[in-house]
């Protein structure tokens, strides 16, 4: 099975600081890559799908990249509300993959 | 508004059974592969079984397969999952979740709150 690694594992971050987020496959996988974000206590919520679509509703603020094995998602400036664990996954076939997750904290 | 509704959760022994259920509102029911994901008290999120919304071809992780049962009743909009054999490391929130697309493997639009799943003695 493919393999999800992410990277950081945690970080910390200022307001207003670009972020970015790794995410790696074991093997290639397209852009069958979304990205999620979960807030602290609640359900996750879709990102970015086939590694660059903004879903409805996201702010512009996030974007995301690649293909292949290599992926990122990026935070164009930092905002308070989105202290979260970012977790991608890829798609391509079953089964479904999760990175470990990526914990983003306020400095 | 999509909607999705788990139940069935709750305390169980090692070795027990349950069985969770998802009524899902808001869009065609039939028209989308449906997945349960859970996740492990402070952990990560894994997927843990899907199916599609076409053909009904359903999809299991290897820590689960041969112990799960997935389903789905579409004329009830209902989605199921039978966990049996459950073990102290099935311990977790399982959601269920909606697909973007008909056939399996595909980004989750929507989620459900959870229901949690305690395996203990």
């Known amino acids: 099975d493919i393999q999800m690694t992410q990277s950081p594992s945690s970080l910390s971050a200022s307001v207003g600081d670009r972020v970015i987020i790794t995410c790696r496959a074991s093997q290639g996988i397209s852009k069958y890559l979304a990205w999620y974000q979960q807030r602290p206590g609640k359900v996750p919520k879709l990102l970015i799908y086939a590694a660059s679509t903004l879903q409805s509703g996201v702010p512009s603020r996030f974007s995301g990249s690649g293909s292949g094995t290599d992926f990122t998602l990026t935070i164009s400036s930092l905002q308070p509300e989105d202290v979260a664990t970012y977790y991608c996954q890829k798609y391509n076939s079953a089964p479904i993959t999760f990175g470990q997750g990526t914990r983003l904290e306020i400095k | 508004e999509v909607q999705l509704l788990e139940s069935g959760g709750g305390l169980v022994q090692p070795g027990g059974s349950l069985r969770l259920s998802c009524a899902a509102s808001g869009f065609t029911f039939t028209n989308y592969a449906m997945s349960w994901v859970r996740q492990a008290p402070g952990k990560g999120l894994e997927w843990v079984s899907g199916i599609s919304g076409s053909d009904g071809t359903t999809y299991y992780a290897d820590s689960v397969k041969g112990r799960f049962t997935i389903s789905r009743d579409n004329s009830n909009n209902t989605l199921y999952l039978q966990v049996d054999s459950l073990r102290a490391e099935d311990t977790a929130i399982y959601y269920c979740?909606?697909?973007?697309?008909?056939?399996?493997?595909?980004?989750?639009?929507?989620w459900g709150q959870g229901t949690l799943v305690t395996v203990s003695s």
């Open positions: 979740a909606k697909e973007r697309s008909t056939g399996i493997a595909a980004a989750i639009n929507y």
